[in-house]
């Protein structure tokens, strides 16, 4: 798992959270979640002082939530890691404030941390993401989408190398065909 899948799956985590007590709430209570979600999933550098008082003003109102929201923050440090020794201890006591909550989605993320301990450990030791390669599959999902199929695989593979090459075409052209 990698930086992203691993977010990914603890705001799906506190999203949970949130949601179960939306149901719970009567509907008094609910127009008090209104814009919570947006407000759970900001990165606490993206976030305002007014954003976070209306976020703490939950340890009065829904602690459940607030327990999730705090979870997540304390979280977003262990990606600040550079030493893996430190990144391990830290995330070890991150797991059991976790599963001393009592909040199910987030003790299943911790599952899911303990699972796969070995690859998000890895991160620290060389911070080396699937970036690049998600993004050229969105750009060969594009390539083949915007000609609604090729006749031919050679014909498809040649697009790609267009498109993701380094080619700069008109330099290609010899000058004496050039018109501009």
Do not use: C
């Amino acid at each position: 798992m990698d930086h992203f899948h691993i977010t990914k799956s603890l705001l799906s985590a506190v999203d949970e959270v949130r949601k179960e007590e939306w149901r719970k709430a009567d509907k008094s209570e609910k127009s008090t979640f209104k814009g919570l979600r947006w407000l759970l999933f900001l990165h606490s550098s993206n976030r305002t002082k007014r954003h976070t008082r209306l976020l703490n003003q939950l340890k009065s109102g829904n602690r459940r939530i607030h327990r999730a929201w705090v979870l997540k923050d304390e979280f977003e440090q262990f990606w600040q890691y550079v030493y893996p020794q430190a990144a391990e201890t830290f995330l070890k006591g991150w797991m059991t404030a976790a599963l001393r909550s009592r909040l199910q989605p987030l003790q299943e993320f911790v599952k899911t941390l303990k699972k796969h301990w070995e690859h998000v450990l890895a991160f620290i030791r060389t911070p080396i993401t699937n970036a690049v390669g998600e993004g050229i599959n969105r750009i060969i999902k594009i390539v083949k989408n915007r000609a609604s199929g090729y006749r031919t695989l050679n014909a498809f593979i040649d697009m790609i190398y267009l498109t993701l090459g380094d080619v700069n075409i008109p330099e290609q052209i010899p000058v004496r065909f050039r018109t501009l």
